[in-house]
């Protein structure tokens, strides 16, 4: 079955940039998602199609997306985003959809 | 503004049925291709199943396939997932939400459990 391999954990200081990154090998044709989960919260969408940003999404979340390998960019990262942080995308038929297996942001 | 309801979950021995519904509002609903989507107790997100917006395709985990089933009805703006079989790997929070979309229910609580 299709897999997204995320790192389980990254951590930075506050003001500084994060990256978490997510592989896969149908990413050079399918969408990558990213979705940020608070502690004993509802996953929320950060980034939609590899690199827009959803309404209300603060402008230091970004993403792009580059063969295997799709990335979540934190810059400036800030206390209130510690979180779980989950790619998702489907396989190569797009039928199986997938999450990677989440990292944990830790900003401290 | 996007509202997701889940209900339905509870507890229920190995072995039995569960039926999980989404309660959809502020959005039109039978545009939206929906998921379920489950997380275990201290685990990452698992996809369970898809289903587009007029009711096909369907697609599900390997997980579940032959033991879940995905229904939507379209004029209720309700989305639905019968649960049988289930086995204490089952348990977790199961939230309803709208494909590579804004927009997640709270989740609902089921516990597989003798």
């Known amino acids: 079955s299709y897999e997204l391999t995320q790192p389980p954990s990254v951590s930075v200081s506050p003001g500084q940039t994060a990256r978490i990154t997510c592989s896969g090998d149908?990413?050079?044709?399918?969408?990558a998602y990213w979705y940020q989960q608070k502690s004993g919260q509802a996953p929320v969408l950060v980034i939609y199609e590899d690199s827009k940003r959803p309404s209300g999404i603060p402008a230091r979340f970004s993403g792009s997306s580059s063969g295997t390998m799709a990335t979540l960019t934190i810059s400036g990262a800030q206390v209130e985003d510690e979180a779980d942080y989950y790619c998702?995308?489907?396989?190569?038929?797009?039928?199986?959809?997938?999450f990677g297996g989440g990292t944990k942001l830790t900003v401290l | 503004e996007v509202q997701l309801v889940e209900s339905g979950g509870g507890l229920v021995q190995p072995g039995g049925s569960l039926r999980l519904s989404c309660a959809a509002s502020g959005f039109t609903f039978s545009s939206y291709e929906m998921n379920w989507v489950r997380q275990a107790p201290g685990k990452g997100l698992e996809w369970v199943s898809y289903i587009s917006s007029s009711g096909s395709p369907i697609y599900y985990a390997d997980s579940v396939k032959g033991r879940f089933t995905i229904s939507r009805d379209n004029a209720k703006n309700s989305l639905y997932l019968q649960m049988n079989s289930l086995r204490a790997e089952d348990t977790g929070v199961y939230y309803c939400?709208?494909?590579?979309?804004?927009?997640w229910g709270q989740g609902a609580l089921v516990t597989v459990s003798s």
């Open positions: 939400a709208r494909d590579g979309s804004v927009g």
């Open positions: 149908a990413l050079p044709k399918k969408y």
């Open positions: 998702y995308s489907t396989d190569s038929s797009g039928n199986q959809r997938v």
